[in-house]
């Protein structure tokens, strides 16, 4: 069999079986968990065929002409180069540990039938998107990650926080997607193509007519879809969605698709300085800013999203400076070990309780309870965190290699200010990210307190994945020498200078976090809690102990006792914590700049259309409604009337001829 027919049938399968898990879910639940694990499994053995036969080669392209539209012509391609069968392969394998560990997560939810055949769905889009080589047949796999993310965000629907997060991460990623197909469309005008080969021979040739306006309106969608400021706001709700979910969209799909795109089509976006300008700071914003707000969460899975944006913006920060290598690098890195920080935060919610730090930080033995999560999370914070020499570490460095690259100017592929700011964001997120990652290890699992109750061992469905995902989140660092032949041949090995710069940063973020931890939690022995402190936290714990899955997967716990959290976070924030906590109010300020004066409009279309327009309306039919009433009070139906009538009329018409004719006689 042919690589490109293998290549065809990796998206094929799990579409195949969505389909049929949506078809016989209900009527067949005992193929529910088959159909969900094995067309899965299936498209990540092919993808790994795949990527073995490509090989880091020459690209293997094919494309058949799908329809004629009397322009631009739409086809059917594929587009195989070391990006995309790595990225598949990657896609492949987070997808199939999802399913694997849902079947354990959510074996009582009486809507895994569903959920399962949305992910497969989801899995097929993703993979689309990764292989196409025609952007019209990309547009389509991009959308369906969409609507499988409303529909798998809102699972719980029943509560009031899935239905408006899944709204929220539909609107705001719409709200990118429409420059982005002006974007597409103009690009394929320029090109005459939408498939991406020719479409690169374009901008080689200098064949584009306006590539900053391109580049900026397929920038704006790329924000929406990757959680990118100014449009990151949804993922942080997100997380109202089932645990596995989170992994899914965070390590593989939806998020990681945006990168992906810049990834492909850097030629269009590197035409543009500017738009390599505008890139840079959307990604150093997003950077400090996402790492800050992770500092001053509670939900552990909050934590996560905020991390995930952040190190998201460290690869659009590489792609900013030119080097997709170390972007898509980082992308499979932080791809193995988020989904297990993810999957290992479901086994914590699923023992503990609560997906509150302040609440775990309250229990006494939780890492006793669950080993495996331990020592894997343990593993993924610190890949996370870029400590040597764990996978993060490589891949981050790799980012901040080609930053110090463009910044001292051995690069002139991008502005040096795109290079500085890059470099400079990237230095202090790594101090920041160390700092959040070691604050959640120390708040989960270094509690005091009651003792967590015990459940017994957790299902090996979740705690096998977690040990799988482990192995790449420790060793997958060391393939930066030979992953470079799959890229663009570019060195991703680190340097000195900044492998001193990034590890000091997160050597000095962990001391600190730890000193101020230790520093907080010798506080309540001291000094008696004020009832102030305590009631925040237990507000806290309340606040993040009502997410919608915690009644869904969790056991039943005994109470955990109210008290002060120790939490280096506060201190490391001082004044910003509160400000860190909402998201430093973007909401907010979203709502008042955009949200209320479009209901204000709206209020004011609606006071015209009743008062103004329908008033006209209502006069429109008035008028005829009282003529009729007058015609109708002389149908009295008495002939004497209406001969009398008829006789005056007669009358009244011959004095008038009399006087006319008088008037004409006499001029």
Not at 9 to 20: D, I, K, R, Y
Not at 48 to 59: E, F, S, Y
Not at 363 to 377: C, E, N, Q, V, Y
Not at 519 to 543: I, L, Q, V, Y
Request: glycine residues 10%; hydrophobic residues 55%; neutral net charge.
């Amino acid at each position: 069999m042919s690589t490109t027919t293998l290549a065809v049938l990796v998206p094929l399968l799990p579409f195949l079986g969505a389909v049929a898990g949506l078809l016989f879910g209900r009527t067949a639940p005992g193929f529910v968990r088959p159909l969900a694990i094995l067309p899965t499994l299936g498209a990540a053995v092919l993808a790994v065929i795949v990527a073995v036969r490509q090989g880091g080669g020459p690209a293997i392209s094919t494309a058949t002409l799908l329809t004629p539209t009397g322009s631009v012509p739409i086809d059917l391609s594929l587009y195989l180069d070391g990006f995309a069968v790595l990225v598949a392969v990657l896609v492949g394998l987070v997808a199939t540990c999802v399913q694997l560990y849902s079947t354990a997560y959510l074996r009582e939810d009486p809507r895994y039938p569903s959920y399962a055949a949305l992910v497969s769905l989801f899995t097929s889009a993703m993979l689309l998107v990764v292989y196409s080589g025609d952007l019209m047949v990309l547009l389509v796999g991009w959308e369906v990650m969409g609507i499988c993310s409303y529909f798998l965000v809102g699972h719980y629907w029943e509560t009031e926080a899935a239905r408006s997060a899944s709204l929220k991460a539909f609107l705001v990623t719409k709200l990118g997607d429409v420059p982005f197909l002006i974007g597409l469309f103009a690009l394929a005008a320029d090109a005459g193509s939408f498939q991406i080969t020719k479409i690169l021979g374009t901008v080689a040739a200098g064949g584009l007519d306006h590539p900053t306006l391109i580049a900026l309106l397929l920038l704006a969608g790329v924000a929406g879809k990757s959680a990118q400021f100014p449009l990151h706001t949804w993922l942080p709700d997100a997380m109202a969605g089932p645990t596995p979910v989170s992994a899914l969209i965070h390590a593989a799909t939806m998020v990681a698709a945006g990168v992906y795109f810049i990834a492909r089509l850097l030629p269009v976006f590197a035409a543009s300085s500017a738009a390599l300008v505008v890139m840079a700071v959307m990604a150093a914003v997003t950077m400090v800013g996402s790492a800050l707000a992770a500092l001053a969460q509670d939900d552990i899975k909050r934590v996560l999203a905020y991390s995930t944006i952040g190190q998201l913006g460290y690869m659009t920060g590489a792609l900013a400076v030119g080097d997709r290598g170390a972007a898509i690098f980082h992308l499979l890195s932080h791809g193995v070990f988020k989904a297990l920080l993810f999957l290992g935060a479901g086994v914590i919610i699923h023992a503990a309780g609560t997906n509150s730090l302040a609440a775990m930080s309250r229990m006494d033995g939780l890492t006793k309870r669950i080993p495996d999560a331990f020592w894997t999370m343990t593993i993924a914070l610190l890949a996370l965190a870029a400590i040597p020499p764990f996978a993060g570490f490589f891949s981050k460095e790799a980012v901040l290699v080609a930053a110090e690259q463009t910044a001292t100017g051995h690069s002139d592929f991008a502005p040096s200010s795109a290079g500085w700011l890059v470099l400079v964001a990237g230095v202090l997120t790594a101090l920041l990210t160390a700092a959040y990652a070691t604050r959640l290890w120390l708040m989960a699992f270094r509690g005091r307190g009651a003792a967590a109750p015990d459940h017994g061992k957790e299902p090996v469905a979740m705690t096998g994945v977690l040990w799988l995902l482990a192995v790449p989140s420790i060793g997958f660092g060391l393939a930066a020498g030979p992953i470079a032949d799959w890229f663009d041949g570019e060195e991703l090995t680190p340097t000195l200078v900044t492998s001193v710069l990034g590890t000091g940063a997160a050597v000095i973020g962990v001391m600190l976090t730890y000193a101020l931890w230790q520093r907080a939690a010798a506080r309540p022995a001291t000094a008696p809690a004020t009832a102030g402190a305590a009631s925040a936290a237990t507000a806290a714990a309340e606040s993040a102990a009502e997410a919608p899955e915690v009644a869904e997967v969790t056991h039943d716990h005994p109470a955990v006792p109210a008290g002060p959290a120790p939490d280096p976070g506060r201190a490391l924030l001082g004044p910003l914590h509160r400000h860190a906590a909402d998201g430093f109010h973007l909401d907010a300020v979203y709502d008042r700049l955009f949200v209320r004066p479009v209901l204000a409009a709206a209020s004011l279309v609606r006071f015209l259309d009743r008062e103004v327009v329908d008033t006209y309306v209502r006069g429109a039919g008035a008028g005829p409604r009282l003529l009729g009433s007058l015609v109708r009070r002389a149908q009295t139906g008495n002939v004497q009337s209406y001969l009398s009538a008829l006789l005056a009329g007669a009358v009244v018409l011959a004095i008038a001829t009399a006087v006319l004719a008088n008037v004409n006689a006499g001029s």
